[in-house]
């Protein structure tokens, strides 16, 4: 009889601990996490801002950034047109005759200096820019290493010129 007994009170003990699981379950509410949309959108890590000026001149000849998506952002901070004072930033691939380069830049004014032979030897450039205009451009560099940036409006490279070191 005692036996009988300790066997009911467990039977109602484990109804009771089912019950309770099965209320637990149907009443949590069924909330889908709403960050995991949040942190795929990941905002880039490289990104770089550079200034250039009416005196010729960048604000930096050094940039650093690291391997993956780099967005790079160029401002022109003067006022003269871009006839007169236009600037952009080339980033070239290393191993590049910057010298040729800029020869050949500086005869394609009908492409804002980008020469369409020496495409080849170009990882990104921005647009050719006036005073108080800027331009975001976007790309790619896998290879940790130096790259040689420049302003391929004739005349410019001489000061205008730097390094963009990958890590
Ligand atoms: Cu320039």
Redo the contacts with the bound molecule.
Sequence with gaps: MKKFIRLSVLVSIITMATACKNRNETTVPETTPTTEQNETVSTSENTLEIE?TDQ?QYSTNELKTGVGTVTLTLKHTGKMDKAV????LIILKPGTDIAAFTQKAALAKATDYIPESEKASIIAHTRLLGGGESDTIEFSISEPGTYDFL???PG?AAL?KGKLVVE
């Design positions: 250039s010729m004072m236009g600037h952009n302003c391929s409006f410019h205008m």
